[in-house]
């Protein structure tokens, strides 16, 4: 095994980039997991069970990073000097600013699920687009700068759908119960 300080990638032996198998990475996880698990080491003494279980634990930790995506872009900018800073970099560009506003908007005007749906459709849409810029910026062009920007825009997104996601089911529910 590698070391507690390599990087997720070189713990999972994946090539450092942001277009991944996922298929690849939970298998490759599977595997760590069952040479690591603290249980093999039952019978061991103290030190290496806690090995075990710090090897378990940072295993994981990569893992849960490794498998979504706008981790994955967030560790890759991090890695290579452009680091996210979500709470201290909230620079977006003007367009997406006013995209923003315009969508919330709509959800505040927003009275139906069809309505609803329609702008989770629509904030999906960009997400696809954003991950496919993220992949350009990262995999082709290798700017990370560009791609961090990116990332914090699709935090943003995902934040949006998940508020999107709770109006639909409180607009479902209200309709569920007049239908009582």
């Given at each position: 095994?590698?070391?507690?300080?390599?990087?997720?990638?070189?713990?999972?032996?994946?090539?450092?980039?942001?277009?991944?198998?996922?298929?690849?990475?939970?298998?490759?996880?599977?595997?760590?997991?069952?040479?690591?698990?603290?249980?093999?080491?039952?019978a061991e003494d103290a030190?290496?069970?806690?090995?075990?279980?710090?090897?378990?634990?940072?295993?994981n930790e990569a893992y849960?990073?490794?498998?979504?995506?706008?981790?994955?872009?967030?560790?890759?900018?991090?890695?290579?000097?452009?680091?996210?800073?979500?709470?201290?970099?909230?620079?977006?560009?003007?367009?997406?600013?006013?995209?923003?506003?315009?969508?919330?908007?709509?959800?505040?005007?927003?009275?139906?699920?069809?309505?609803?749906?329609?702008?989770?459709?629509?904030?999906?849409?960009?997400?696809?687009?954003?991950?496919?810029?993220?992949?350009?910026?990262?995999?082709?062009?290798?700017?990370?700068?560009?791609?961090?920007?990116?990332?914090?825009?699709?935090?943003?997104?995902?934040?949006?759908?998940?508020?999107?996601?709770?109006?639909?089911?409180?607009?479902?529910?209200?309709?569920?119960?007049?239908?009582?």
């Open positions: 095994m590698t070391s507690l300080q390599s990087n997720d990638f070189e713990l999972f032996d994946l090539p450092a980039r942001f277009a991944q198998d996922r298929a690849a990475i939970d298998a490759r996880w599977k595997a760590l997991q069952r040479e690591a698990h603290p249980d093999r080491f039952a030190t290496a069970q806690r090995l075990a279980l710090q090897w378990s634990v940072r295993i849960q990073r490794l498998k979504d995506p706008q981790k994955r872009a967030a560790y890759l900018c991090e890695l290579n000097g452009a680091p996210i800073a979500a709470h201290t970099n909230t620079s977006m560009p003007g367009a997406f600013l006013m995209l923003q506003m315009s969508w919330r908007e709509a959800l505040e005007d927003a009275s139906g699920v069809d309505e609803l749906e329609a702008i989770g459709t629509l904030a999906q849409s960009y997400k696809k687009l954003a991950l496919a810029r993220i992949e350009a910026g990262v995999d082709l062009e290798h700017d990370y700068t560009a791609a961090a920007g990116e990332v914090r825009a699709l935090m943003f997104v995902e934040k949006f759908l998940a508020e999107v996601h709770t109006r639909i089911e409180q607009a479902e529910n209200a309709a569920a119960a007049k239908g009582q």
